[in-house]
């Protein structure tokens, strides 16, 4: 079994941290990380994407008791951020900022590309007009951020409270929020889309946006995004079967499926970045990404349609399906 935390990006990073800080289920924000989108109206270097979906969803806080709120950041609110920071340990709080990597002094992105990323706050040296960041995707703790790269590079704010509730997690409600929410059709339509499209590259420059690294290559990061995600569900399928007797089996066989699938665009990607160093065997390797999508989109469509058969349990969750449904 693979650790989960190999598969988080860096706001879920901060997310995963927060949530076993107070004991909070993890899982659950994955719920919304079903998703593939090809744009073939850009180049195929930068067609591929997965939106940053609402990991801080509605049912961290309706079952954990963990609320967000999302705050956009100018140089205006400056003083109320320091304030805000200063005082988190005394109102418990916990603040995770978006910064771009282009004013993260250790990101490699630093002065060479926008990404965005996402760091934990600790503590305030206002003194040395220093920010103390923890930053757990990179497995970095205690640095500083200077003020004036905070001012030009931050973009939100995002202030998480815990607030214990009783309420227990019902399976079938995050099961019938994944099938009302994930557009199989699109997806799967996009993941063969692209697979086709492959079949007009003709040298491996049309695949990638950026010769210095691959690794900030659009397609590439976005590739280990995907699988990443698909990494997610499975992990929150497994933990949804140890509260569902009745579909244990099924939702264990989904999570494994899930997880052919992650392994699956990981080999993608490890084609995508041989391509990338060695030019040799393009056509072959070409062929073997556009068969492997087509398996994917054939898979995840199989994962949807064993999801939609689950029977319910007989329990009190409709009611809450209708208030989240209100809800959202």
Known sequence: ???ITSHLNCLQFCLYNICKKYYVADYLMFCNSWCFSHDNTKNISQSLSIPLRDYENVYLKEYQGLSTEIISFDSSKMESVIQLVS???????????HIDSFECPWHKGYRKL??????????INYKQKK?????????????ELPFEYFLS???????????????KISSDVILNHIK?????????????????RLSEVKTT????????????????????????SRYGLSYLFNNLSMLNDDNKKNLVSLADQMNICGLLYE?????????????????????????????IADIENMIYNQLSQLEKKHDSSSNVIQIISKQQ
Not at 131 to 143: A, H, K, S
Not at 153 to 167: A, E, F, M, Q, Y
Not at 205 to 228: Q, T, W
Not at 276 to 295: A, D, M
């Open 1 to 3: 079994m693979y650790s």
């Open 87 to 97: 005082n988190k340990d005394s109102v418990e709080i916990d603040v995770i900022i």
């Open 114 to 123: 926008s990404i965005p990323h996402f760091i934990q706050v600790k503590d």
């Open 131 to 143: 920010i103390i960041c923890d930053d757990p995707y990179f497995n970095m703790f205690q640095i």
């Open 153 to 167: 590079g931050c973009k939100t704010i995002r202030v998480l409270r815990h607030n214990p509730t009783d309420s």
């Open 180 to 196: 009302e929410r994930t557009n199989i059709k699109q997806i799967t339509e996009d993941i063969v889309s692209f697979a086709q």
């Open 205 to 228: 420059y049309e695949l990638f946006d950026y010769r210095d690294d691959v690794f900030f290559c659009s397609n590439v990061r976005n590739l280990k995004f995907i699988a990443d």
């Open 267 to 295: 080999k993608i990607n490890n084609y995508y970045m041989k391509l990338y160093y060695r030019n040799s065997g393009f056509r072959v390797k070409l062929q073997s990404i556009q068969n492997k999508f087509i398996e």
